[in-house]
DNA sequence: AGGCGTAATGTAAGCGGTTACATTCGTCAA
DNA sequence: TTGACGAATGTAACCGCTTACATTACGCCT
């Protein structure tokens, strides 16, 4: 009930000697119940409930060398992809006895591999990386990192340890066959912030393309700036200029997509007449948009919640055996490339 | 240069052996360098670096009584408002010895108060908190924390400690004054979530249609689900058939302005001249919608990198005397309330 | 030359838990 | 009744660092 004596440091010695028994056996009934009696767990239950106490995390990380840390590295704060993974990855460790620990890398490897290292130093229980685009010396750190790794985002051949994606390729290579299945014969490509990643995506939209025996053109208008809506439109306006021809486009993400939506309208094409528009993720805001917009939905949430679980089982030692989990994606159609 | 031995855990002890000194000089050149003399501090740096050492963060917390965690808490994960926020903090963090933990609250002050206490429990360097809406417990938590607390996204009377945010009554007033300067004489209001912060908004709004004479009648359309594009449009479509006057709105955000404008075009709504529409933060896509869209810019990025740095000086003893950083806002004009 | 002050470093006691090992206690078989 | 054994609990070392205090070394003054 008192539990306002935070400030005061209610110690593990204060519930002990509440009780009358050693810190030991308060420890145990913390870490494993099952070895102290039912009525000296049950006493200490109360005198923790009514002294109000709180572990201290360093000193049980120092003690136990492995603290409750889950580590989760990510190229972006603000990108909402992100937002949503770290929604499936918070909601995952609620009700357990873990902690988050975020880094940013801001898609620089170097400086992905710095906090590698630093995060590493806390032995955490558990690590979150996105993608498989590390640097060498990350490569080995994750490798015997002593923990679970999780590589979220993507799939590949080779994970450190566990891995929770999708194929970036052949999403892409999915969306791109819609288009052609929907009719158009000349697909562009609006990316931003091309990393590997994006790259990847790049792939599956010329392989498709080859695969249809249809030219590329000048209709893959690409920047290294970071995404935004804004963007997007001055990607299609690009685009328009220098291909005319083009009469559908396949965007990296889902703001590039709204933002060549608006410049679309700006011009007065229309869609999906004279330009398809299909973005990537299915933010939400694509169902709503008028007209709706098509795009390659992707289980982020689920991915987060994927790995903390992978990290989770991994722990506990109920791993299975299968290190890649696939979610896959799906095409989800709609107005702005002929459907409804 | 041999960074790799994380694993291995180098710790102080191995740095001084390393030397020939004392695991306490070691420590003092790293806490308070002046005091050792400079001959020996530059080997003891040359030895952390050749054994990459890495101080645990445990350890030190432990020992110091005082972690280098600045502890986050806010109300929601995937609000792009607070991945703004997130990123100011995160930037103002970087280059300091400083780490952030964050905690969501998901819009329940129990929970906020809960993750008070695990927070505090870490003695944190300091403490960002949302708003001013905690309970009656977390209020005295915060104020006897014993760090540097920040409440940031709103001003208010009574900071715990300090304070960076705006008015968000008073950004209403002046959206909604806007929008009656423009000629609007029936404005409506959309509200999502209504949170005590989104409440002030409302209130703002009201008192300012009463400054000017104007009856409300029905067109108030909330819902206290969270905020989406989606949700925008339904609420428009809500609004649009219980009070067919409405010649404009003022949405509580980004999302339902966007959504709002989407339904508007899809009933064949002129903007601005059948309907105004008022968004509120200021996200990037406003301006690059069709047609672009009215809000009330809000410096989201400033308010966490303003946090910090006002923690970073309380710790460092150069706090001003300003308790209440007021960052204002920006009412900005487009064309979807004849703007341009 | 002896004494003293100061700067630089060392010593060791924690910080709050965990855990291997030791001890105690009750129970049951002989 | 006694000894053995397992379950429950206690003891104490230790995790890696910080820091108050003790010690040493050195230069300077009288």
């Known amino acids: 009930m008192n539990k306002n004596n935070v400030n005061k440091s209610v110690t593990m010695r204060d519930v002990a000697d509440h009780v009358g028994v050693s810190v030991a056996t308060v420890s145990r009934t913390l870490r494993n119940p099952e070895v102290v009696s039912p009525a000296v767990r049950d006493k200490i239950a109360a005198a923790i409930e009514s002294l109000g106490y709180l572990p201290d995390p360093a000193a049980r990380a120092l003690a136990s060398t492995r603290s409750d840390i889950i580590g989760v590295i990510l190229p972006s704060v603000s990108n909402n992809v992100f937002a949503d993974v770290m929604d499936g990855i918070y909601s995952a460790v609620e009700g357990t006895h873990h902690s988050v620990q975020l880094g940013y890398s801001r898609y620089a490897p170097l400086s992905e591999e710095n906090l590698i290292r630093v995060f590493l130093r806390q032995r955490p229980a558990g690590l979150i990386v996105a993608g498989i685009d590390q640097t060498e010396a990350a490569q080995a750190l994750l490798r015997e990192a002593g923990c679970p790794v999780v590589q979220i985002m993507e799939t590949g051949s080779t994970p450190y340890d566990r891995m929770i994606g999708f194929s970036h390729y052949d999403a892409a290579r999915a969306a791109t066959a ?9 697909p562009g490509f609006l990316g931003a912030r091309m990393d590997p990643r994006t790259q990847r995506r790049l792939h599956g939209f010329r392989d498709e393309l080859r695969a249809h025996g249809i030219e590329e053109g000048k209709r893959i208008q690409t920047t290294t700036r970071p995404s935004s809506v804004t963007l997007g439109s001055h990607l299609l306006a690009q685009l ?83 290190k890649i989990v696939d979610l896959g ?9 002929r459907g409804h």
């Open 329 to 337: 994606f799906q095409v989800i159609q709609r107005r702005s490339t």
């Open 240 to 322: 328009m200029d220098l291909a005319p021809e083009t009469d559908a486009i396949f965007c990296i993400n889902d703001d590039l997509a709204l933002g060549a939506m608006f410049e679309a309208q700006r011009r007065n094409l229309r869609i999906p007449d004279d330009l398809g528009i299909c973005g990537f993720n299915d933010m939400e805001m694509m169902a709503a948009a008028e007209p709706s917009i098509s795009s390659v939905r992707t289980f982020r949430r689920e991915m987060g919640e994927g790995a903390v679980q992978l990290i989770l089982d991994a722990l506990s030692g109920s791993a299975t055996q299968e």
């Open 178 to 186: 819609h288009l052609i299945a929907q009719g158009y014969r000349r």
